[in-house]
């Protein structure tokens, strides 16, 4: 099984990096300023009224013992700072909640784009239902905090701060005692956050494991079941699930835990306070209305700092996201769009030219995959590629598709370095038929379009004549319009195939890379498919991996490779009088 490296790198979660700062910046702030200022500045606004709540409430009270009438403005006065407190604190849950939509909205979009453009190479490390977690749960959190947690957390602390300068302003001695039991609560806070924050990056890696895991055997089901194998895979989900529940109620428990000490301590604090306060008071040496605003102002801090527990363990999790999501967006990829790319006059004459080119693959770097020093496909030339599996035969392929790139020597088309032009203008050139052709989830008519999208019906039916695909797409059900269901599981290999080469012959690209289906096909799809490919021969360059006899005769010049070389080249015929292993795999393979 892959093993997910993008998920395994070790990082220090104990503080936030300045890679995760820069990254916040980049992805959240930058891209969303308009809202995330807007939501800074009423945040700032309704902090100020709140804190000047209790002031007010001091007012009030005292005002009420000198006189009823001052007492009553000073009521008046805080009813209208509580409306327009009220109105602030609508206006920033607006757009802090607006903000979260649109940034997760966006992350998805970029998310997605990113991947669907990444070579290969990125995708043999990681598992799909991992990146599939990514783009859903890990951005589901990132707009959680971003679009609530992240301004409670900015409220707090600022509540927290103004709570605490406002408290010494109101009365140094009673302050000073309460700055006492203060550490009592802020250390076992950061001690425990640590922790905290440990176990929950540890429960969302196995959750992203337990997504690859789900999706790989969910993908193949029907190989799971026929192997009874359901038990295995089972096992194997829940182990994983069942890990990332103990280390949430590990989680759970500590926060638990947490909120009972922070509780008690606030408390403790405040009645103790209290206590010295009503001394004060008694003395004269504090008004009722002072004690009350520091109460309030204590009360304040108590809660911000309880609030700000509770949000400290989303916000990890947020960073352990968003540090994920961050992954994915600073993957280079290895196969590079050229910085200044040759424009090409199409259409192209389709030769193509190896020029010493030596591949390994990135995951394999000690064996050599190709070694080709020289080879030239000429325009309209028919090639078939014999081999036995693992001779490097996809590997050519990937190789032209500018999927890898060689590690020495160069690949051209025409004349054209294909490292040298954009890959999507190198790949409009050529049209690639696997063996096991991929069939989406739609119909045969945007199945076939897949090849060149905004193509017309006409054409579409053009290209599925010559693909001797017209029969047994009218036999549908609902002809072109009929869903072909997920991986195109309604339809048998031979269709697949078929509607694969249509989608390649509507593509209508010079260069076709053909694999044939060596899963035995019945004789009618095999029948067709051999005359679809008569049918596009001698305006195309072609290059077919060969299974069958009719193909290596009706082909110009057969490569026969071995071990990643070329090991002779001619006609059938030749190749059979000169080469015994070529005749030996002929014999077994064609007959
Ligand atoms: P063929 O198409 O002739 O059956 P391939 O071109 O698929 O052979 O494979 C050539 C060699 O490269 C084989 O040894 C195969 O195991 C190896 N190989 C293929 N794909 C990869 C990959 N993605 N990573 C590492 N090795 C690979």
């Not at 707009?143 to 992240?150: E, K, Y």
């Not at 010493?356 to 590629?385: C, G, H, Q, W």
């Not at 015929?573 to 393979?589: P, S, V, W």
């Amino acid at each position: 099984m892959r093993s997910n490296t993008v998920d395994n790198k070790d990082r220090n979660f104990q503080n936030l990096q300045p890679h995760q700062l820069k990254q916040l910046f980049k992805l959240i702030f930058i891209p969303h300023l308009f809202w995330a200022l807007g939501a800074l500045i009423f945040l700032l606004f309704t902090v100020l009224i709140t804190l000047s709540i209790p002031i007010m409430v001091r007012y009030i009270v005292d005002g009420y013992s000198f006189n009823v009438e001052t007492g009553q403005k000073y009521l008046f006065i805080s009813c209208v700072l509580v409306v327009v407190a009220a109105l602030g604190t609508a206006i920033r849950f607006f757009l802090v909640t607006l903000l979260g939509e649109r940034l997760v909205s966006d992350l998805r979009q970029e998310l997605f784009e990113k991947i669907i453009n990444l070579s290969p190479n990125f995708f043999e490390k990681t598992l799909t239902g991992d990146l599939v977690s990514r783009i859903n749960a890990d951005t589901t959190l990132v707009q959680s905090v971003a679009g609530s947690t992240l301004s409670l957390a900015i409220r707090n602390t600022l509540l927290f701060l103004g709570g605490i300068v406002l408290m010494f302003s109101t009365s140094i001695k009673l302050a000073s005692f309460s700055l006492l039991i203060i550490p009592l609560i802020v250390f076992p806070l950061i001690y425990f956050g640590r922790f905290l924050r440990k176990l929950t990056r540890q429960t969302q890696d196995k959750l992203a494991n337990s997504a690859g895991i789900a999706s790989e055997y969910i993908f193949a089901a029907t190989t799971v079941q026929t192997n009874s194998y359901q038990d295995q895979a089972v096992k194997e989900y829940n182990e994983l699930i069942e890990d990332s529940y103990l280390k949430s109620k590990i989680r759970v428990f500590a926060r638990s835990i947490m909120i009972f000490l922070i509780i008690i301590l606030v408390f403790f604090a405040i009645s103790f306070v209290v206590f010295e306060g009503l001394k004060d008071v008694e003395s004269g040496s504090f008004s009722i209305g002072e004690l009350l605003q520091f109460c309030l102002y204590s009360l304040v801090v108590g809660v911000s700092v309880g609030a700000i527990t509770e949000t400290y363990g989303e916000i990890s999790k947020f960073l352990g996201a968003l540090d994920r999501i961050g992954d994915i967006f600073n993957t280079l990829d290895p196969v590079k769009e050229p910085t200044n790319p040759m424009s090409i006059k199409t259409p192209i004459n389709g030769s193509i030219t190896f020029n010493n080119v030596k591949f390994s693959y990135p995951m394999r770097k000690e064996t050599s995959a190709l070694d080709i020093p020289n080879l030239t496909i000429n325009k309209n030339e028919k090639v078939a590629l014999v081999g036995l599996s693992g001779a490097g035969k996809t590997t050519l392929f990937q190789l032209i598709q500018r999927l890898y790139d060689p590690i020495k020597g160069s690949i051209s088309i025409d004349t054209y370095p294909i490292d040298k032009i954009s890959k999507s203008h190198l790949r409009q050139q050529i049209a690639y038929v696997p063996q096991e052709p991929v069939i989406f989830s739609k119909s045969v008519l945007d199945n076939i379009r897949i090849g060149r999208v905004g193509a017309s019906i006409e054409e579409v039916e053009q290209a599925v004549k010559l693909a001797c695909a017209e029969e047994f797409i009218n036999d549908l059900p609902e002809g072109y319009s009929t869903l072909l269901g997920e991986r195109g599981l309604l339809i048998s290999v031979g269709q697949k195939q078929r509607i694969a080469i249509a989608r390649a012959i509507l593509r209508d690209s010079p260069i076709l890379l053909l694999d044939e289906a060596t899963s035995s096909l019945d004789a009618i799809s095999e029948d067709a498919i051999k005359t679809a490919i008569d049918n596009i021969s001698g305006n195309k360059t072609i290059i077919v991996i060969a299974h069958r006899l009719s193909t290596v005769r009706n082909a110009d010049r057969i490569l026969f490779l071995e071990k990643g070389k070329i090991e002779n080249e001619g006609t059938h015929k030749e190749l059979i009088r000169n080469n015994k292993k070529y005749k030996k795999l002929a014999d077994l393979q064609f007959l």
